[in-house]
């Protein structure tokens, strides 16, 4: 299973947008969070739910394979870079192919941006910069044994299911452990696509 | 799934050379590499200054980014034992603050409020200034000019503040913001076991096995105390949290008790009420560590859980669970905030919540006890040394005889010459009012948005004939005043705070502050020079007050004789007492049974509930509670002009349960019988139905403390801004919301998004995966 990565537990969010402030300051993309924070059940409840990228494995990230100008590269260790800016041509395909919602396009310099996974500090050995300051370990970067370790008995996921297709992510979520099913469900089924129903 | 084909050239297409990695790693992905502490500073020539955050009291450390020029730029998480690098937005913003545009860099002056402000040197701002407060002085008496303090500022400047006021000013009106954060906590502690602290360490909640959380919202106020929280639920501990909302900490609690605002101490009877009738009381340690128990077991005898739950508005059977876990737990604590505490029996409800400690024996062990959550960064330190009206240094009584003569001695003054206690800050609003004050310096506080009943406050600020006001930004209140010194923020100075747990931490200067701008403590003593003070004014820097200070305190249960600068550093932050250079310190009181009572048991004090001070009618049926937003802090003088923190949440509204018909986004207006404002509503089920809720940072005509009543605790004299009558009606439009004043010259918000660097992406990054890539 996954190495070092950054995993998720809706758990524990306490909606506080510390890791998008966190984000903004990384180095790599200053001024700019790539962090999407959700609430998911707004009007009932105060639950929320960071999104970075989830930096899918298998297949290639849906990002990449759509991408026209080949810009989005995967390094050897599975992160999915942003779009590389002298490839970028700022089309969105990434946009509409993420099943996360991840990837953003910066109208003004028509380039895209996303999560990639703080490179500029996990390559000399820091975590990165939301994992980092996440108050409640909402996110956590480290092993699987780590994360154990310090909760026992949590579970993960890596496999995430739309429609018919599964997507696995270098990124892991905490899933209920009373309720672990592989792959987790993902997003809303697709029924319907130009009004013909394609469960058919 | 069949593997897409392509992935293994995209794969392949970019390999890693680990020849890339820089000195000192193991591998791209390898977190045993450079430690943190040295990693800008080896890669960029950057300075990382050790420190803490600005805003609240748990104070995480943090190391602000220090460029070349000697700009802080930036921060970095830092690894200190409170906050183990977490850091919560306000914090990852507030280095935004230091070199923000809409910073005050000369002293600002007019004779008239008519009159619109201009530079002056500041040789001009302190003569006139000092001209003023004789002339006021001279013709109505010395208690004529008041001093009003603040709770961010570091201690040794909260002991100038006390002793500029009594020496310098020979004054006995000196107050400060504190009074509208913990005092109600601060008196009982104080009546209950002596000592006006937290009993245990943050640290403490790792090892409890039921934890009550009453009137705190800890995901949104103090975020980084979460870590704690989440901490203890991963051993298995059990989670009570008492709030008329539902927070994130409520909504994963086991027992979350949404009652109604104002009628915490019934609730906490009835509990205590419930515990002894199923016998789980501790009689052992009642008897040898408790007086007044068979008072309070009378008292709570007329609430039983069938009573208090028409009081509270919550089932019986709650009361009775929560009694149950938490008597029966065989470690549990208890930790309140404002929410307890910013009512006009304030210092009842903590003592309710102590009853039910005591009874229960979870007092002074590890992970049983006590403790109140800071608002403010130095809430706790900033009233240890005499900033408060009726307090001396090391929390000294200025009404005991022996207690006056001690300072008299340190500050070479006469008995005679040390004025008695004054009043309270709502309290010299009033008098302002009534011109009993008639002159006023405000250092680090901004009234006109954080007292309650604005139009008081307005009145009261706008009869002084004089008025000056320290600050970095023109607050609001600033705005009203007659002179604006420009003084330092917390990274251009050094000096210490003491956080939530009473641990004294260390703050360094991280850059010198721009020109035209002094520290607090340049201001004070130039002040005190021309008032004919200046022989007892006379400190080059923080170090030479905080060993006076230190002096000061030492003896006393407030005892900081053993702290030194070199030690906090050395040490990453001592609580106090520590009577000694050589003593540890503090963290956890009472382990050998005593509190700090001459008898040195627990005095536990009879409480009765009474409804809130503003009563409920047909025009006004619900109840209007207050509280803070994660994104800004207190007034907002600060966070409201850091453009993350405003994108984050950019304005108030009021949160309403979905059965009063209300649209999310619909403008509500909220009256209470001090006025009406409208906001958007945000309409949720995670709220009472008989309650609204509005977050109070920001200024008229969207104040929450526009609206909110100005009655206060008899002893600790806290506003009851967590309960207030008042009525939701349709509106027809939001009014909006006002940007902060900004100082002349400089540039105006929103364009303040400060510092950001190019915002396109960087290739750096992608450079060392991607050089190989053809």
Redesign the interface.
Known sequence: MM??TIFIDP????????C???C??C??????SMIHLDYTD???????LPTVCMHCE???APC??VCPA?AI?????G?V??????RCIGCANCVNACPFGVPKI?LQ?K?Q?KC?LC??R??????P?CA??????ALFY?TLEELQA???GVQVADSFVFGE??VRTGVAMVVPADRVQWPVPGGLPVVEINGKDVRR | MTADPRAADRRTYLPLDPSLAPPGTRGFRDAGGIPADQWHADQNGETLVPTHCCFCGVQCGMYLRVDRGGKVFGVEPRNHDINRMRLCPKGINAYQQVNHPDRLTAPLMRRSRDEDFREVSWDEALDFTVSEITRIQQAHGNDAFGLLGGASLFSEKTYLVGKFARVALKSRHVDYNGRLCMVSAAGANKLAFGIDRAGNPFSDILLTDCLLIAGSNVGECFPVMTQYVWGARDRGASLIVIDPRETAIARTADIHVALKPGTDSAFFNAVLNVIIEEGLTDETYLAAHATGWAEVKATVAAYPPSRAAGICGVPAEQIVQVARAFARAPRAMAWHARGIEHHSQGVENCLSVINLCTATGHIGKPGAGYGTITGQGNGQGGREHGQKADLLPGGRSIMNEEHRRQICEIWGIEESELPPAGTSMMEMVWQMQRREIRGLIGICNNPFVSLPNYKVVKAGYDATEFHAQFDFFLSETAANAHVVFPVTTWAEDDGVMANAEARVVKHNKAQDPPPGVRTDTWVMCELAKRLGAGDKFAFADSREVFDELRIASAGTVNDYYGITYERLEETGGIVWPCPSTDHPGTPRLFEDGKTYHPDGKIHMQVVEWHPPMDPYDDEHPMALTTGRTVAHFLSGNQTRRLGALVEQTPRPWAEIHPSHGFRNGEPVRVVTRRGSEVFPALVTEAIRPDTVFIPYHWPVPTAANALTIDALDPRSKIPEYKVCACRIEHAEKIDEVPAPPVAPGHIAYPETQVSRTDPLPPTAPQGRGTSERS
């Open positions: 190495g070092r758990g524990r969010c306490i909606g506080c947008q510390a998008v402030s966190a903004r300051e180095d790599s993309h200053r001024g700019k707004e009007g009932r409840s105060v639950a929320s298998d297949p290639v990449a394979e080949d590269l995967v390094t050897a260790d992160v870079q942003q779009a590389d800016t002298t910066d310099a380039l941006l990639n490179y500029d996990t390559a000399y050995g820091l975590a910069m980092t300051v996440c108050p409640t370990g480290g310090e909760r026992p297709s599964e």
